[in-house]
């Protein structure tokens, strides 16, 4: 049986990217069976551009337009999105923002280098990803997919693909059967570590995703930069402070107190050496101590 897949995108306030987005999907060799749009209460034109958007208007890829009264954050929206696509009966989740732009046969590879990597390790794979590029021969340094220490397993047995600890929600591919297995992504995390706390609940059991080298997408964003605390400023401070909290408080409730206070050290330590203002490091200070009660639960869908 062909396994059906939803495409769900992610959107807020990115009107002429999002445009884009779902011209690339209607464009792919092996569309999607639905692509699910969340908009995140845009005040950009992007209600009255997917309320004008006909029903066939991306081919053969039924569209379901889901709009949120308030701004849920990517972990709101994709957990919001990934409920619909379950309730529609996607066999497969293809998870990406609304600056994610895939390659024509970016969806036709990463289905296929998925179940070729499921049929070769003894316990399948935790999820899939494409390879994230910021330039046509340039990577997208903060969509870099964490190598497992087994990475090259199933690059010697001649596959296109490395195994990877996590990756981010920019062209991910989770199954149903994970879905009804973990739950949906926490929607108390809003933003930031959503993507690697889901990738990490997902392998919980089963081992390593895996990166699929030759599905491409392109990652549009301002500059080609890593997540780094030691280059907090006052713009952006406050995805700082929910990725301290989100990543923090995992370590802490799903891995142990070491890998909590491991985390905090490196985060001081970081700011200290980016000269951080004092201001902003108390900041995210207070974000690390506010994970100890911060421990949110998976919304289940079975």
Not at 63 to 82: D, P, Q, S, V, Y
């Given at each position: 049986m062909t396994q059906r897949v939803a495409a769900v995108v992610v959107t807020y306030n990115r009107h002429d990217k999002l445009i884009t987005v779902l011209d690339r999907l209607r464009s792919q060799t092996a569309p999607p069976a639905w692509v699910v749009v969340v908009d995140n209460a845009s005040n950009d034109g992007t209600k009255e551009y997917l309320a004008g958007l006909a029903e066939d208007a991306l081919g053969t890829?039924?569209?379901?337009?889901?709009?949120?009264?308030?701004?849920?954050?990517?972990?709101?929206?994709?957990?919001?999105?990934?409920?619909?696509?379950y309730e529609l009966g996607a066999d497969l989740f293809w998870l990406m923002d609304d600056d994610c732009y895939p390659e024509p046969e970016a969806l036709d590879k990463l289905v296929d280098g998925h179940a070729e990597a499921q049929r070769t390790m003894p316990g399948g794979?935790?999820?899939?990803?494409?390879?994230?590029?910021?330039?046509?021969?340039?990577?997208?340094?903060?969509?870099i997919a964490a190598p497992d220490w087994k990475w090259a397993t199933l690059w010697a047995k001649g596959q296109r693909s490395a195994l990877v600890q996590t990756c981010s929600f920019v062209s991910a591919l989770y199954t149903r059967e994970t879905v009804e297995r973990i739950g949906l992504p926490f929607r108390e995390y809003f933003i930031w570590f959503d993507?690697?706390?889901?990738?990490?609940?997902?392998?919980?059991?089963?081992?390593?995703?895996?990166?699929?080298?030759?599905?491409?997408?392109?990652?549009?964003?301002?500059?080609?930069?890593p997540?780094?605390?030691?280059?907090?400023?006052?713009?952006?401070?406050?995805?700082?402070?929910?990725?301290?909290r989100n990543e923090a408080s995992f370590h802490l409730h799903h891995g142990s107190l070491l890998a909590y206070l491991r985390f905090c050290a490196r985060v001081e330590i970081l700011m200290h050496r980016g000269r951080v203002s004092w201001r902003l490091r108390r900041r995210i200070t207070r974000q690390l101590l506010a994970a100890v009660r911060f421990n949110p639960a998976a919304e289940r869908v079975a």
């Open positions: 890829s039924a569209l379901e337009i889901i709009r949120l009264e308030e701004n849920t954050g990517g972990a709101g929206g994709f957990a919001t999105g990934m409920k619909r696509a794979v935790a999820f899939a990803c494409s390879l994230v590029l910021y330039r046509d021969d340039e990577i997208a340094e903060m969509n993507d690697a706390a889901y990738a990490r609940l997902a392998s919980v059991g089963v081992g390593p995703g895996v990166c699929i080298l030759d599905s491409k997408v392109l990652h549009d964003t301002p500059t080609n930069l997540p780094d605390f030691s280059k907090i400023d006052e713009s952006n401070v406050w995805k700082f402070a929910y990725g301290a």
